[in-house]
Each structure stands twice: as C-alpha cells, then as structure tokens.
C-alpha cells in the first residue's frame, strides 16, 4: 500500500487528534465563526450601501419588507462592497490561528507559515496561477467556447482591479489556510495523507455548494482544485505558494480575463470575455469557467506533472496495509518505510525472540569436547610396566619408591620402599 510521504512540520504536532469526522465539524464550526467575524467588517458597509439604496429606502418607511426584493439588492451590490466583502476574510484567517494556537496548541510552523524564503516562495505561486489559469483559458479561446471581446484600461476600472487583488490576496489565503493549513494538517494527524488530500478537498468543494449556477462538473473541477492545493502544500512544505497560487487564480479570472469567479457575477476587468453560446460543458455557462471541462484538463495536466515532481523526488512511500482511520499521525513519518509502526525486518534473521546460533556451538548446554579425550570418564591406558614412572619433574633420587641399587639394597636389588625419604 501506497501513501504520500508526511512533511516534516506536519509531523511536529504532538496531539493525536481527533476523529476525522469531529476536525470536519470543528472545520465547520471555525468557518462559521470566521465568517461572523468577518462581518463586523462586511456589515457597516452594506449598511451604508442599504440606507443609500432608493428602494430599500422606500420599503424601511413604508414598513412593508419585501425578503425577495432585499435578497436581490444584496446580490447586486456595487464593486467596492465586493471588495470589503474580500477584505473581510481575515476574520476568517484570525479565527483559525485563534483556534490551532490556544486550543490545538499549535504553532504557526504547523500550517505552513514558513520563514525562510517566503517571498519567494508567494511569487512563484503568483506566477503559478496565472499560468495555470491561462492555460484554461486558452483551452476555451481555442476550441471557439470563448471570445475576446475588448479591453478597459480606464483609470476606474484599473482602480477596481487594483482593490480586488487585495481583496483576493486575502480571501485565497483565508481558504488556504483554513482548507490546508488547518483541516488538511489535522486531518493527516490520525488519517493516512491520501485520505487526508480527499476529505479536505472535499470539503473544499462543499464550502462553494451555494454559489450561483454550481453544477455537478462545478463540484468536481473544485474537487480537483482542492486535491491540487493540497499536493502542492505538500510538495512544497508551505501555505504561502499554494494561498498565491488560489488568490492569483481567482484575481485572474474575474479581473483580468473577465470571467465569472464561481458563480460570481462579473467583475470589472482588463479583458472582456464573452461566452459562446451552446459551449457551457466547456466554459462553465453561468458559473464561469470553473464549471467547464477546459479548467478540468488544465487541472488534469497540473495534478500530472506535480505527482510526477513528487514521484521523482520520492514522496510516495511504501506502508504497511493497515485502517487509514487509525494511524497515529503523531509518530513523524521515516525514510524508512517501516515508519508505520511496524517492525522492520532485523539483520539478524532471529531477532523475533528465538536463539540465535552462537558462535560457540556448545552454547545450547551440552558439553563441548575437551582438549582431553578421557573427560568422558574413560580411562586411559596405563604405561607398561617397564617405563619410568612420572615424577612431576623431582629429582629421581629423591623419590620414596625410587630404585635403590648399590651397598643398600645390596647388588642387583631392583626396587624397594626408602621410609628415610620421610624423616624430615
């Protein structure tokens, strides 16, 4: 079995977690809460747009509401609202920081808020999204699905475009950091990183569920939006180039293509762009191109050549097969592929508890030969009579049982007992 390598400021979270479905509901619940900060920003300005609006006017003084006639006005609100409607996403990036800081007791290097080279690293996601995103549109331009069909470069509309990369700055980071930086890190806590990659796309897909014009296509090229966010996060261990990357996409769309950002109505734009009637399965019709099959290939050759980066440089790794819902994410991952938990494979093959074989092959118990043949208990065969007997190294002469010859045993005695060898 297969799974994506953790990174390393992944891996630096002590806390287990929790369940897979409680970090979706507490997902659910931070973005909520976000949002209602977000509003204290949002709200005074609609306000203003409301009480200055005729209509409305008429229906406060008058005392007869009309929901459908409020709902539509707040629909279509002027661009600058839009704009502090963007800004007020940093209630959202507040929110989540809150939340993993005091109450996850996370630092902020555990999603992704790298040092080290991050300008660099936000320009090259600039750059990424509006290669990616023109891609898609030349998809659509070639197959005939969309026409250019005039620029403004006036003073107002390059005022607005101005106001809404700052707002897009904002409100790309603020998903990025709440759909990869939080949901995705802790997610892949007790999760595997594949599983991890799915369920934050996904969610990242049913947070767009009430924009206007949303299709069934709508839900799948956001799903791979998403999967894409969340390889490229990991490729690169940071939140800066995939937040560049997801507020340039947007910018691109509504401001410099003019195209509708996820059911969004259009925006003021360099580029006008019109869409061919007829052509909505590869244009995205109502919802902007992001419903069309041209940003489904464009996503399909990105996720291409970034699985084969991450390929090449070895973040896919061999695990054992196991329930994806029990890993424990807080055991960092190894290069080795035995980081799982598992037992690796010892050198020595009777590492398992069994008795290895001894160098001594006598180790078991058993008595090994001795030097002396005879430790058996056997005797040895005695010297013939014959040969002199053994004396330890004394002097012959001074053994009790040593021949005496001569005056004192008289001539040609042979042997005798010297009892004078004991008078001392």
């Not at 507040?94 to 007791?105: D, G, P, S």
Request: proline share 5%.
């Amino acid at each position: 079995m297969r799974d994506i390598r953790k990174p390393e400021f992944m891996a630096k979270i002590s806390s287990r977690g929790h369940h897979p479905i409680l970090e979706i509901l507490i997902a659910l619940a931070v973005f909520f809460v976000g949002s209602m900060l977000g509003s204290f920003v949002q709200m005074p300005a609609l306000m203003v747009y409301l009480l200055g609006n005729r209509e409305y006017q008429e229906m406060v003084f008058s005392g007869r509401m009309n929901i459908e006639k409020v709902m539509e006005l707040i629909l279509n609100v002027p661009q600058w609202i839009t704009i502090v409607l963007l800004v007020g996403e940093l209630g959202l990036i507040l929110v989540v920081l809150l939340y993993c800081r005091f109450l996850e007791k996370r630092k902020l290097s555990t999603l992704g808020f790298r040092k080290k080279g991050w300008v660099i690293d936000y320009l090259k996601g600039m750059l990424l999204g509006v290669l990616l995103f023109g891609i898609s549109y030349l998809f659509c331009f070639v197959s005939g699905s969309v026409a250019v069909e005039g620029m403004d470069l006036s003073g107002k509309t390059i005022l607005y475009v101005v106001g809404f990369f700052l707002g897009y700055l904002i409100q790309g980071m603020a998903e990025e950091v709440l759909c990869r930086g939080y949901l995705l890190v802790s997610l892949s806590r007790r999760c595997s990183m594949v599983l991890s990659v799915v369920l934050s796309s996904l969610f990242f897909s049913m947070l767009h569920g009430m924009n206007q014009g949303v299709t069934l296509l709508a839900y799948v090229n956001l799903f791979l939006f998403g999967v894409f966010m969340a390889l490229l996060f990991i490729r690169c261990e940071n939140i800066w180039i995939v937040g560049a990357v997801h507020s340039v996409w947007n910018f691109a769309q509504g401001n410099l293509f003019g195209v509708q950002v996820s059911g969004m109505k259009t925006q003021p734009s360099l580029l006008h762009s019109g869409m061919a009637d007829g052509w909505e399965l590869v244009n995205g019709g109502a919802f902007g191109m992001e419903g069309g099959l041209a940003v489904t290939l464009a996503l399909a050759a990105g996720l291409g050549i970034l699985l084969y980066s991450m390929k090449k440089h070895g973040d896919f790794v061999e695990v054992a097969p196991q329930s994806a819902w029990k890993q424990d994410a807080s055991i960092p991952p190894q290069n080795n592929q035995w980081a799982n938990g598992n037992q690796p494979p010892q050198e020595n093959q009777w590492a398992n508890g069994n008795q290895p074989p001894r160098e001594n092959p006598w180790a078991s118990g058993n008595q090994p030969p001795r030097e002396n043949p005879w430790a058996s208990g056997n005797q040895p065969p005695r010297p013939p009579k014959d040969a002199g007997y053994e004396n330890m190294g004394l002097n012959p002469e001074e053994t009790p049982w040593h021949p005496k010859e001569g005056k004192e045993m008289g001539q040609g005695a042979s042997t005798g007992f010297d009892q004078s060898y004991f008078k001392d």
